[in-house]
C-alpha cells in the first residue's frame, strides 16, 4: 500500500510537470498580450519594451525560461512574482484561498448529499414521477453551462436583481472570519450553481447503480434472511456507493473548473477571479501559479480517493 | 403422508408476472406436501417455474409485482395471505433459504461474520456479542476451520465450498423447521458438490429440518431425497417416493431426465445405481427441443411438443395428475395408456432408443 501511494505521488509530480510545461507554452505561444506592452505605458518606446522584457526575462528562450521556472517551483517552492503587483504568487493565491475553498467544500458536501439522496430516491422508485422528475432536472443540470446557470440563478433569485430576491447577490461575499452568517448566505446560490452539475452526475450514477444492485442475488439473500427492508436498502446503498465513489476523483476537475467561472459570476474574490485577471492582463506567474496549484490538488485527490476506495471495497488491494 | 406430519402444504399454487410481452405463468397450479423431518425435491428444467414456487413460499416474488393464487400453509398459517411484516418474521427463522452461487448470494463488501450476525439479530433480540458466539460456533459446526479466525473474512477470501457452507451455516442461525435449497450445488466443484450434499444431510439428520431441495439434476436428489416432484413447464408432471420414482417412472420427461444423466461406462452413480434397479444405457440421450414459452404454452400436454410418445390428440387434452395404477402415492399426468407406458419404460430402461422402444412396444401389442 506504502509503495502504491509513493509510486502513485511520483507519477503526480510527472503530471505536474506536464500541466507546467503545457501552460508555459500555452500562453507564451499564444499570448492574451505582451506583458512588456501592457506595463510600458502609453505609446511607449520600443527600448522601454525591449527592457520590461529584459527585467522579465521574456527575452529568454522559452526552454530557458522553463527550465528556470521548474527549477524555482520544484527546488525553491517559489511560484515567481507577479507581472503586476511585484507580490509573490504563492502570497496571492494564499491570501485568495479561503474564498475558493470555501465555495469548492460547500458546493462538494451539496454535490455529494444532494447527488446521493436524489440518486437513492430515484433508484427506489424508479418509473414514478419522482424518478422521472428528478432525473429530468439532472439532465437540465448537466446540459446546462454552470455560467448560464448562474446568470440565471442572479436573475431569479439575486437579492438586488432579482425576480425574487430571497438570496444576497453577486459581490455580497464576506470571509467567514468577518461575518459567518453573512459568509453562508452570500454562499448559497454560488454553492447550489457549482454542485448543480456535478450532483447531477452523480445522482444519475447513484439511480443506475442502485437499481442494478437492488436486483443483485445478496439483495434477496438480506430480504430471505429477514431483514427489514431498510437494513436491506441500507446494504444496497452501501454496495451502489463505491462506483460513484470513482467519479467523485474525476467529476473534481469539473467542479474546480465550474468554481472559477462560478467565482467571476458571483464576483467572490478566489482563485478563479485572480486566474481570470491574470489571464486577461497576460500575468504568466500567476497564471502558472494559480494552474499548478489546481492541478496538484485534483492529482492529490486523485490518490486520496484511490486510496479511500481501497478501504470501501475490501476486494481491491492495490501493490 | 397423512396431513398431520406435513410441516409445508402447498395447494393449487399459481404465480404469474405481468410484463410487457404478456403474462408469464412460471408457476401454474401446483400442489405439494413437505413431511417434518423429510426431504422433498422438486427438480425440472432451468424455466420450469421450480425455484419461483419456493421463492413464493417466502414471499420474495412479491415485489416483482407477481400474481399469487392458491395456498401455502406453513403448518396452520398460510403463507401466502399473510401481511408482509408477519411474513419477514418467519423468513430466515422458521423457513431459511440456500441459493445456487455462494459469491453473488453473499455481500461482497460484509465480512461474512457479520451477515451471519445479522441473520440473527433480525429476529432474535441477542447482544452483538452472543450472536457472534453463535456464528462461530455456526461456521465450526458446518465444517469451516478455524472459525473464529475465518468469521472476519470476507466471501472472496473463502473457497467455493466454504461459500456454500458459510450460506447454510446463515440459513441454520436461527435453527429454522424448513429450510429450502436452490440448486445448492449447482455453481460447485463436482467434487465439492458432494461435501455440500453430505453436509446437508447429516444437518437433517442432527437438526431434525425438513428439507425442499431444488435441482435439475436427478443425481443431486437421488443421495437425499424422500419425495421427489418432477415439474415442466409450471406444472408437476410426476410425484412420487423417490424409490418409486427411480424404480418405475411414468412420465416420458421424467425418463427423459432419468436418460440425460451422465454416466460412467453404461451404469449410473452410486445410490442412483441401486434405486434404478441397474438401468442400462448405451450413450446419453438428451430430451429433444427446450421448455416452452410460458407466456403462451403449448396447448394440451405442455411436454407433446418434445415427448418422442405423443398423439395428434395429446396437443388438444390437458393431461391431469392422477395416481398411477396399484400405487396411491404415485402420481403422473401423462395421457399415454398404463399398459403402453410401462411397456415403452422397460424397453429404454433396458437402452433403447426412444424409436427402438415404440417399435418394440408397438410388436408386444401386436
Given at each position: 500500500?506504502?509503495?502504491?501511494?509513493?509510486?502513485?505521488?511520483?507519477?503526480?509530480?510527472?503530471?505536474?510537470?506536464?500541466?507546467?510545461?503545457?501552460?508555459?507554452?500555452?500562453?507564451?505561444?499564444?499570448?492574451?498580450?505582451?506583458?512588456?506592452?501592457?506595463?510600458?505605458?502609453?505609446?511607449?518606446?520600443?527600448?522601454?519594451?525591449?527592457?520590461?522584457?529584459?527585467?522579465?526575462?521574456?527575452?529568454?528562450?522559452?526552454?530557458?525560461?522553463?527550465?528556470?521556472?521548474?527549477?524555482?517551483?520544484?527546488?525553491?517552492?517559489?511560484?515567481?512574482?507577479?507581472?503586476?503587483?511585484?507580490?509573490?504568487?504563492?502570497?496571492?493565491?494564499?491570501?485568495?484561498?479561503?474564498?475558493?475553498?470555501?465555495?469548492?467544500?460547500?458546493?462538494?458536501?451539496?454535490?455529494?448529499?444532494?447527488?446521493?439522496?436524489?440518486?437513492?430516491?430515484?433508484?427506489?422508485?424508479?418509473?414514478?414521477?419522482?424518478?422521472?422528475?428528478?432525473?429530468?432536472?439532472?439532465?437540465?443540470?448537466?446540459?446546462?453551462?454552470?455560467?448560464?446557470?448562474?446568470?440565471?440563478?442572479?436573475?431569479?433569485?439575486?437579492?438586488?436583481?432579482?425576480?425574487?430576491?430571497?438570496?444576497?447577490?453577486?459581490?455580497?461575499?464576506?470571509?467567514?472570519?468577518?461575518?459567518?452568517?453573512?459568509?453562508?448566505?452570500?454562499?448559497?446560490?454560488?454553492?447550489?450553481?457549482?454542485?448543480?452539475?456535478?450532483?447531477?452526475?452523480?445522482?444519475?450514477?447513484?439511480?443506475?447503480?442502485?437499481?442494478?444492485?437492488?436486483?443483485?442475488?445478496?439483495?434477496?439473500?438480506?430480504?430471505?434472511?429477514?431483514?427489514?427492508?431498510?437494513?436491506?436498502?441500507?446494504?444496497?446503498?452501501?454496495?451502489?456507493?463505491?462506483?460513484?465513489?470513482?467519479?467523485?476523483?474525476?467529476?473534481?476537475?469539473?467542479?474546480?473548473?465550474?468554481?472559477?467561472?462560478?467565482?467571476?459570476?458571483?464576483?467572490?474574490?478566489?482563485?478563479?477571479?485572480?486566474?481570470?485577471?491574470?489571464?486577461?492582463?497576460?500575468?504568466?506567474?500567476?497564471?502558472?501559479?494559480?494552474?499548478?496549484?489546481?492541478?496538484?490538488?485534483?492529482?492529490?485527490?486523485?490518490?486520496?480517493?484511490?486510496?479511500?476506495?481501497?478501504?470501501?471495497?475490501?476486494?481491491?488491494?492495490?501493490? | 403422508?397423512?396431513?398431520?406430519?406435513?410441516?409445508?402444504?402447498?395447494?393449487?399454487?399459481?404465480?404469474?408476472?405481468?410484463?410487457?410481452?404478456?403474462?408469464?405463468?412460471?408457476?401454474?397450479?401446483?400442489?405439494?406436501?413437505?413431511?417434518?423431518?423429510?426431504?422433498?425435491g422438486?427438480v425440472?428444467?432451468?424455466?420450469?417455474?421450480?425455484?419461483?414456487?419456493?421463492?413464493?413460499?417466502?414471499?420474495?416474488?412479491?415485489?416483482?409485482?407477481?400474481?399469487?393464487?392458491?395456498?401455502?400453509?406453513?403448518?396452520?398459517?398460510?403463507?401466502?395471505?399473510?401481511?408482509?411484516?408477519?411474513?419477514?418474521?418467519?423468513?430466515?427463522?422458521?423457513?431459511?433459504?440456500?441459493?445456487?452461487?455462494?459469491?453473488?448470494?453473499?455481500?461482497?463488501?460484509?465480512?461474512?461474520?457479520?451477515?451471519?450476525?445479522?441473520?440473527?439479530?433480525?429476529?432474535?433480540?441477542?447482544?452483538?456479542?452472543?450472536?457472534?458466539?453463535?456464528?462461530?460456533?455456526?461456521?465450526?459446526?458446518?465444517?469451516?476451520?478455524?472459525?473464529?479466525?475465518?468469521?472476519?473474512?470476507?466471501?472472496?477470501?473463502?473457497?467455493?465450498?466454504?461459500?456454500?457452507?458459510?450460506?447454510?451455516?446463515?440459513?441454520?442461525?436461527?435453527?429454522?423447521?424448513?429450510?429450502?435449497?436452490?440448486?445448492?450445488?449447482?455453481?460447485?466443484?463436482?467434487?465439492?458438490?458432494?461435501?455440500?450434499?453430505?453436509?446437508?444431510?447429516?444437518?437433517?439428520?442432527?437438526?431434525?429440518?425438513?428439507?425442499?431441495?431444488?435441482?435439475?439434476d436427478l443425481g443431486v436428489v437421488a443421495e437425499m431425497a424422500?419425495?421427489i416432484?418432477v415439474?415442466?413447464?409450471?406444472?408437476?408432471?410426476e410425484?412420487a417416493t423417490a424409490q418409486t420414482l427411480f424404480e418405475r417412472p411414468e412420465h416420458?420427461?421424467t425418463w427423459g431426465l432419468l436418460r440425460s444423466i451422465p454416466t460412467i461406462e453404461g451404469q449410473t452413480w452410486g445410490s442412483m445405481r441401486e434405486r434404478s434397479g441397474n438401468v442400462e444405457r448405451?450413450?446419453l440421450v438428451?430430451?429433444?427441443?427446450?421448455?416452452?414459452?410460458?407466456?403462451?404454452?403449448?396447448?394440451?400436454?405442455?411436454?407433446?411438443?418434445?415427448?418422442?410418445?405423443?398423439?395428434?390428440?395429446?396437443?388438444?387434452?390437458?393431461?391431469?395428475?392422477?395416481?398411477?395404477?396399484?400405487?396411491?402415492?404415485h402420481?403422473?399426468?401423462?395421457?399415454?395408456?398404463?399398459?403402453?407406458?410401462?411397456?415403452?419404460w422397460e424397453r429404454l430402461r433396458t437402452g433403447?432408443?426412444?424409436?427402438?422402444?415404440?417399435?418394440?412396444?408397438?410388436?408386444?401389442?401386436?
Amino acid at each position: 500500500m506504502i509503495r502504491y501511494i509513493v509510486r502513485r505521488l511520483l507519477w503526480g509530480v510527472v503530471i505536474l510537470v506536464v500541466v507546467c510545461a503545457i501552460t508555459f507554452i500555452l500562453f507564451r505561444v499564444l499570448p492574451t498580450a505582451n506583458p512588456a506592452v501592457l506595463r510600458a505605458g502609453r505609446d511607449p518606446q520600443p527600448k522601454l519594451i525591449h527592457e520590461i522584457e529584459q527585467i522579465l526575462g521574456l527575452n529568454k528562450p522559452i526552454y530557458v525560461q522553463l527550465w528556470e521556472y521548474l527549477k524555482e517551483v520544484f527546488f525553491h517552492f517559489n511560484f515567481g512574482y507577479s507581472f503586476y503587483s511585484q507580490a509573490p504568487v504563492l502570497q496571492l493565491i494564499v491570501e485568495r484561498l479561503p474564498a475558493t475553498v470555501s465555495l469548492c467544500v460547500g458546493g462538494a458536501i451539496l454535490w455529494l448529499g444532494g447527488g446521493m439522496l436524489v440518486g437513492i430516491i430515484a433508484g427506489l422508485n424508479r418509473g414514478t414521477y419522482a424518478d422521472r422528475f428528478s432525473m429530468t432536472a439532472a439532465l437540465v443540470a448537466i446540459s446546462a453551462p454552470e455560467f448560464w446557470l448562474g446568470l440565471v440563478a442572479l436573475y431569479l433569485f439575486a437579492s438586488d436583481i432579482g425576480k425574487i430576491p430571497i438570496f444576497p447577490g453577486a459581490g455580497s461575499y464576506v470571509p467567514f472570519s468577518q461575518d459567518p452568517s453573512k459568509w453562508f448566505g452570500s454562499l448559497i446560490l454560488p454553492w447550489i450553481v457549482v454542485a448543480a452539475g456535478s450532483a447531477a452526475v452523480f445522482a444519475r450514477l447513484m439511480r443506475g447503480n442502485l437499481a442494478d444492485t437492488m436486483s443483485e442475488d445478496f439483495i434477496r439473500t438480506a430480504r430471505a434472511k429477514g431483514l427489514p427492508e431498510r437494513a436491506v436498502t441500507r446494504q444496497g446503498v452501501r454496495h451502489a456507493v463505491n462506483p460513484a465513489f470513482t467519479a467523485f476523483g474525476l467529476e473534481l476537475g469539473f467542479l474546480l473548473g465550474g468554481a472559477l467561472l462560478i467565482e467571476i459570476v458571483f464576483n467572490i474574490p478566489g482563485v478563479g477571479t485572480l486566474n481570470y485577471h491574470a489571464i486577461l492582463s497576460s500575468d504568466f506567474p500567476v497564471i502558472q501559479g494559480t494552474v499548478l496549484l489546481a492541478a496538484m490538488f485534483i492529482v492529490i485527490m486523485n490518490i486520496v480517493v484511490d486510496v479511500l476506495y481501497a478501504f470501501l471495497d475490501p476486494r481491491v488491494r492495490y501493490s | 403422508m397423512s396431513t398431520e406430519e406435513l410441516l409445508l402444504r402447498v395447494e393449487g399454487l399459481s404465480v404469474a408476472f405481468p410484463t410487457e410481452d404478456g403474462v408469464v405463468r412460471a408457476v401454474d397450479g401446483i400442489s405439494y406436501g413437505v413431511t417434518k423431518g423429510k426431504t422433498l425435491g422438486i427438480v425440472g428444467e432451468s424455466g420450469s417455474g421450480k425455484t419461483v414456487a419456493s421463492l413464493t413460499t417466502l414471499g420474495l416474488t412479491r415485489r416483482q409485482g407477481a400474481d399469487i393464487k392458491g395456498r401455502i400453509m406453513f403448518e396452520d398459517r398460510d403463507l401466502v395471505a399473510m401481511s408482509e411484516d408477519d411474513l419477514r418474521k418467519v423468513r430466515g427463522n422458521e423457513v431459511a433459504m440456500v441459493f445456487q452461487d455462494p459469491l453473488s448470494s453473499l455481500h461482497p463488501l460484509y465480512t461474512v461474520g457479520k451477515q451471519l450476525v445479522e441473520a440473527v439479530r433480525a429476529h432474535r433480540d441477542v447482544s452483538k456479542k452472543a450472536a457472534r458466539e453463535r456464528a462461530i460456533e455456526m461456521l465450526g459446526y458446518v465444517g469451516i476451520p478455524d472459525p473464529a479466525r475465518r468469521i472476519d473474512d470476507f466471501p472472496h477470501e473463502f473457497s467455493g465450498g466454504m461459500r456454500q457452507r458459510a450460506m447454510i451455516a446463515m440459513a441454520l442461525m436461527n435453527e429454522p423447521r424448513l429450510l429450502i435449497a436452490d440448486e445448492p450445488t449447482t455453481a460447485l466443484d463436482v467434487t465439492v458438490q458432494a461435501q455440500i450434499l453430505a453436509l446437508m444431510e447429516r444437518l437433517q439428520r442432527e437438526l431434525g429440518m425438513a428439507i425442499v431441495i431444488i435441482t435439475h439434476d436427478l443425481g443431486v436428489v437421488a443421495e437425499m431425497a424422500d419425495d421427489i416432484a418432477v415439474m415442466y413447464a409450471g406444472n408437476i408432471v410426476e410425484y412420487a417416493t423417490a424409490q418409486t420414482l427411480f424404480e418405475r417412472p411414468e412420465h416420458p420427461y421424467t425418463w427423459g431426465l432419468l436418460r440425460s444423466i451422465p454416466t460412467i461406462e453404461g451404469q449410473t452413480w452410486g445410490s442412483m445405481r441401486e434405486r434404478s434397479g441397474n438401468v442400462e444405457r448405451r450413450e446419453l440421450v438428451p430430451i429433444q427441443g427446450s421448455p416452452p414459452s410460458l407466456i403462451s404454452p403449448p396447448s394440451g400436454c405442455r411436454f407433446h411438443p418434445r415427448c418422442p410418445y405423443a398423439e395428434p390428440s395429446h396437443a388438444e387434452i390437458v393431461p391431469l395428475l392422477q395416481p398411477v395404477a396399484e400405487e396411491p402415492q404415485h402420481v403422473s399426468a401423462c395421457l399415454l395408456a398404463d399398459e403402453y407406458r410401462r411397456r415403452l419404460w422397460e424397453r429404454l430402461r433396458t437402452g433403447d432408443t426412444p424409436a427402438e422402444a415404440i417399435a418394440g412396444a408397438g410388436e408386444e401389442a401386436a
